[in-house]
């Protein structure tokens, strides 16, 4: 069966430091990758999307890596701040009609 | 950036009513409009495409007739929660793809509570 496994636990992180977060699937050929932020009661926002035919993205202190034969994607916040505490998504495009799957999210918590 | 709206933002309703919550794109058109559902501490579970001028297409369990969706313009959504129950309480979750952009990105609303009683 299809899975998207993101760390069901917390990751707690001293600010200043860098944040790394994985996602792993099963059984999908995505064409593409994205990554979200998600406040409690809130819906998610749209942070970076990487392609197959790409190895590794920046936006600002985010860095995500994509691996299509380890199937697996990483997440990097670097020099972390409190306000970078949330929940992260990691989302695979399903047959490339930008119809997405998500994992269930990993909370990262930034310690001040 | 683009901003997509919905409303309410929470919602409580009797068992057996019927609810329907809007997803409107406020800055630009979107042909194209998705509802999400999800559960507390899981994840986003796609329910269906909305597209303009058409019929939604469903996810496989989805119930068509529990759920209506209606795409009437190239800005606004709505679905409805038919006949509700406390099972189809959640936090559902529009988003819309920029027509004009082919990257993938969606943009998404802010979520709406639903709550039945």
């Known amino acids: 069966s299809q899975k998207i496994e993101q760390n069901s636990e917390a990751l707690n992180i001293q600010e200043g430091k860098t944040a790394t977060l994985t996602c792993n699937y099963t059984n999908y050929s995505p064409a593409y990758l994205q990554w979200y932020r998600q406040d409690p009661g809130r819906g998610p926002v749209f942070l970076l999307l990487?392609?197959?035919?790409?190895k590794e993205k920046r936006k600002e202190r985010l860095k995500v890596t994509f691996d299509t034969t380890l199937k697996q994607s990483l997440f990097h916040i670097t020099a972390s701040q409190p306000a970078d505490s949330a929940t992260y998504l990691c989302a695979l495009d399903i047959e490339g009609n930008n119809r997405l799957a998500f994992g269930k999210g990993n909370q990262v918590v930034v310690i001040p | 950036g683009a901003v997509v709206s919905q409303h309410p933002s929470w919602v409580i309703c009797k068992s057996g009513t019927s609810v329907k919550i809007e997803c409107r794109s406020l800055?630009?058109?979107?042909?194209?409009m998705f509802w999400y559902r999800q559960f507390p501490k899981q994840s986003l579970m796609l329910m269906a495409t909305?597209?303009?001028?058409?019929?939604?297409?469903?996810e496989q369990g989805v119930e068509k007739d529990k759920f209506l969706i209606n795409h009437a313009s190239l800005t606004l959504s709505t679905l409805t929660v038919t006949s509700a129950h406390p099972e189809d309480s959640s936090f559902y979750i529009c988003?819309?793809?920029?027509?004009?952009?082919?990257?993938?990105?969606?943009?998404f609303g802010e979520g709406s509570r639903l709550t039945v009683l």
């Open positions: 800055d630009f058109q979107a042909t194209t």
């Open positions: 990487i392609r197959e035919n790409e």
């Open positions: 988003s819309a793809l920029l027509a004009r952009r082919n990257t993938g990105e969606l943009f």
């Open positions: 909305s597209n303009e001028g058409s019929k939604a297409t469903y």
